[in-house]
């Protein structure tokens, strides 16, 4: 404010200057014209002039701005529509982000009266037709945006959501596919395309569709890293059985053979596949090859069912056979424990007791589950001591229940591996654990009607 003060005032005095200066020059204009002649000083002749290019200048300004007079008033409304429709949209969005979905279709709907982006406006129409239960609204916006390049994969990814909220998983897979051949790198169209192969069962074709989502979602964490391995060796695991299923000439075992280690490459604790590579490798007549994957799942993570096949291939005597199974405990906790604990039952089993209390005692109390605190109230009923036996029985209610297969997603606990929960229909979510959220328990007990209590029967 200052400095344009300053301006006008320094203005000032140059024009007083300017002015002063030209009437101290001496000089006389005559002008003769038409019969008139026309005597002025020189200085007020330069002042005329002036003042007369200022005239013209300021009538010629003011003829320009009225001829556009009515294309600035037309901008004007232009903007100020653009700049209205664009707040409807803005608003618009936020009622669909916070689940307003009145709010949201009215906005919609201004905005599409205001502005002309159909991408933006339809886009925002499908997303509150879709919130307010509108499916056949939201259907047809979603199919206006997958007529333009340009939105056509949200329109895709929009109307397979639609079809699976409808329970149509046929349309739905078929509108994935879709927006997955028009971004072959995108995760969240892979990731439909893999769930809805996977829950037809067409394992083969939800590889690749896995393979995507992997490349594009490595994820950071471990659980995201941990997820995606399960899922990879479910779809390994499970195409593997299927191709035996449909054929067992050479070729389809070596297929089978192939997923089943890339089953146990994503996850080595994921024992079930090892226990059928074994089978295969056995049937194939290569003992050899079913002892190396046995005893590699085994210092994965020790299961009882490995151990009795390790068993029935070493071909060895009781002593021989414990011997070996200590070898392949593996090194760190809490392993290491369940490991001991696995080889204390099988070395109970064929009658080592002294093995067996030895392996036991090794643990710590607190690693301790509670098959190991059963195994150690065997010991203590063979030895005769009743109190020990009691005390042991005891802690054994107390402990953390053995491994099972249990969902990460509902927790609820299953009797064997399948690829999708029977309670939340979850895929590649059953994870071999120590089961949360359940209360540890002795040994399942029968109920009346012969189900085992606490376990779901297997598919």
């Known amino acids: 404010m200052f400095a344009r003060l300053l301006g006008l005032v320094v203005l000032v005095l140059a024009g007083a200057a300017l002015a002063s200066w030209l009437g101290a020059q001496p000089g006389m204009l005559q002008l003769e014209w038409l019969g008139w002649q026309l005597e002025m000083r020189t200085s007020l002749a330069v002042a005329i002039l002036v003042i007369l290019a200022l005239a013209l200048l300021f009538i010629d300004r003011l003829f320009r701005g009225l001829l556009g007079l009515p294309s600035w008033l037309g901008r004007n409304l232009t903007r100020r529509r653009t700049e209205s429709g664009h707040r409807a949209l803005t608003l618009g969005l936020m009622a669909v982000s916070v689940g307003e979905p009145d709010e949201a279709r009215r906005q919609a709907a201004r905005a599409q009266r205001l502005l002309a982006a159909p991408r933006l406006t339809d886009l925002l129409s499908a997303q509150a037709a879709h919130m307010s239960g509108d499916h056949k609204a939201a259907g047809r916006y979603f199919t206006s945006l997958t007529r333009d390049p340009d939105t056509a994969f949200l329109g895709h990814i929009g109307l397979a959501r639609l079809a699976l909220e409808n329970d149509q998983p046929e349309q739905a897979l078929a509108a994935a596919r879709r927006a997955l051949d028009l971004r072959p790198k995108s995760a969240l169209a892979a990731r439909q395309v893999m769930m809805l192969e996977a829950e037809r ?6 590889l690749p569709a896995h393979a995507v989502v992997a490349a594009a979602d490595p994820g950071d964490d471990a659980a995201t890293q941990t997820g995606l391995g399960r899922q990879r060796a479910a779809l390994a695991y499970l195409d593997a059985l299927a191709g035996l299923e ?15 280690e890339a089953a146990l490459t994503a996850v080595p604790e994921f024992w079930p596949a090892a226990m059928q590579l074994a089978a295969l490798h056995e049937e194939a007549g290569s003992p050899r090859k079913a002892v190396k994957w046995l005893e590699t799942a085994f210092r994965s993570m020790p299961h009882d ?8 291939l070493w071909k060895t005597n009781d002593g021989a056979y414990i011997a070996k199974l200590i070898k392949l405990i593996p090194k760190g906790e809490p392993r290491a424990a369940e490991g001991r604990r696995v080889v204390a039952g099988a070395a109970l089993a064929h009658g080592l007791v002294g093995e067996a209390r030895r392996l036991l005692e090794e643990i710590e109390p607190v690693d301790r589950d509670a098959a190991a605190w059963r195994l150690i109230s065997r010991l203590a009923a063979e030895a005769g001591d009743s109190r020990a036996e009691t005390d042991a029985l005891r802690e054994a209610g107390e402990a953390p ?3 099972c297969w249990q969902c990460t997603a509902c927790q609820l606990v299953h009797e064997s591996w399948r690829g999708h929960c029977a309670g939340c229909a979850g895929f590649a979510t059953l994870e071999w654990r120590r089961p949360d959220g359940v209360t540890p328990l002795l040994p399942p007990s029968s109920t009346a009607d012969g189900k085992t209590a606490g376990v779901n029967k297997p598919d």
């Open 201 to 206: 069962g067409n394992w083969s074709a939800a």
């Open 246 to 260: 449909r054929g067992a000439d050479p070729k389809s075992r070596r297929s089978a053979a192939a997923g089943l």
């Open 305 to 312: 069912d490995l151990a009795v096949r390790l068993r029935t």
């Open 401 to 403: 229940r053995p491994r």
